[in-house]
């Protein structure tokens, strides 16, 4: 019985902030580590405490809600514990699988160097790149705005999908096998056409349908090995 009726939380971020002002930081391990340590949950517990909330999202982090007065300190706990924290706004946002807990890291090298590069730029709307490590893509990067899938010293570009709503659709391939040399260069394209073309909160599936046959895309549609 607690999975349907008596689990429906009454301690939601909209709810708490009825009666006060909350933060909400998208935590998770790291980029590509998935496993929590008890350490982690343990600091986890006690910062979020009595006053706040956690959920588990769809996006591999687990949201904290935070009185807003305790985030500056709260976030230097929780680094402290090894923990990741999401920049939120309208920026290129990463995540990965976890390149088989670990077991196929040929694509990790790449995945860090493109996080230094490409992560937090900002855009007209928050921009989410979804590496997977191998063909099985069962992180399911075809289903994010940009969903690179590594195999063989390159990678296979998606863009395009609609996340949510009757209309979901995972995105199109748009390029096959772009090289790990060239792979930031082709991808800073992308993100620059975006910054350049695309409207204010203009979410980057409709940028991309709006757009698609505009003549800025072709140099990123020919020979990419």
């Known amino acids: 019985m607690n999975a349907f009726r008596s689990n429906i939380p009454n301690r939601t971020f909209e709810k708490l902030n009825i009666d ?3 933060t ?3 935590i998770s391990p790291g980029i590509i580590n998935k496993h929590y340590t008890a350490a982690q949950f343990q600091k986890i517990a006690e910062v979020v405490g009595d006053s706040g909330a ?3 999202s769809a996006s591999y982090s687990m949201l904290l809600s935070i009185p807003t007065q305790t985030v500056q300190h709260v976030v230097a706990e929780l680094q402290e514990a090894g923990l990741y924290i999401a920049q939120p706004g309208s920026i290129v946002a990463m995540k990965a699988c976890d390149f088989c807990d ?3 890291m040929e694509a990790a090298d790449i995945t860090e160097q493109l996080y230094n590069n490409l992560h ?3 855009v007209p709307s928050r921009l989410r790149f979804n590496i997977n490590g191998c063909a099985s893509a069962c ?3 075809v289903y994010d705005d940009i969903g690179l899938v590594y195999q063989q010293d390159s990678f296979d570009v998606y863009l395009g999908a609609v996340p949510m709503g009757v209309q979901a659709k995972p995105g199109i391939l748009f390029a096959k096998k772009v090289s790990v040399q060239k792979i930031e260069g082709f991808l800073q394209h992308i993100i ?13 599936y409709k940028f991309y349908r709006r757009t698609k046959s505009a003549d800025y895309w072709l140099p990123l549609s020919g020979d990419n090995s």
């Open 192 to 204: 620059t056409i975006y910054q350049k073309h695309g409207r204010p909160d203009e979410p980057f």
């Open 139 to 141: 992180y399911n990067a």
């Open 102 to 104: 670990g077991n196929k």
């Open 24 to 26: 909400r930081l998208a």
């Open 54 to 56: 956690i959920k588990y």
């Open 120 to 122: 937090g730029q900002s």
């Open 20 to 22: 006060g002002d909350f």
